[in-house]
Nanobody, 128 residues
């Protein structure tokens, strides 16, 4: 059984930092694109950042560029999201996701239907 488990969320003041972690079990992430999505109350789930399996290519939504960094450690079967200079509008439940394995080292996916495994989510709340 494949499981993705996020951790690291919490309450932080605006301007602060958090580091989210996502550990996978039951499946190697080594050949899969991975991503972080978020869903704020009353809004649709949106992509925050994505990373190819090789780590060669990244994608960030405009609102987090320069503040967030996605990374992976294939040896630990884990994905991370470093979030700096947090803003109240970053408040949401954050989800990690893994997509289908690909032979393309540059392949990333940005749509929810391109990911087949999801974590349960971790709440990030940024106070003003």
């Amino acid at each position: 059984q494949v499981q993705l488990v996020e951790s690291g969320g919490g309450l932080v003041q605006a301007g602060g930092s958090l580091r989210l972690s996502c550990e996978a079990s039951g499946r190697s992430l080594s050949w899969s694109p991975v991503a972080w999505f978020r869903q704020a109350l009353g809004k649709e789930r949106e992509i925050v950042a994505a990373l190819s399996w090789s780590g060669s290519r990244t994608y960030y939504v405009d609102s987090v560029k320069g503040r967030f960094t996605i990374s992976r450690d294939n040896a630990k079967n884990s994905v991370y999201l470093q979030m700096n200079s947090l803003k109240p509008e970053d408040t949401a439940v954050y989800y990690c996701a893994s997509g289908r394995a690909s032979s393309n080292r540059y392949y990333i996916a940005t749509r929810t239907n391109e990911y087949d495994y999801w974590g349960q989510g971790t709440q990030v709340t940024v106070s003003s």
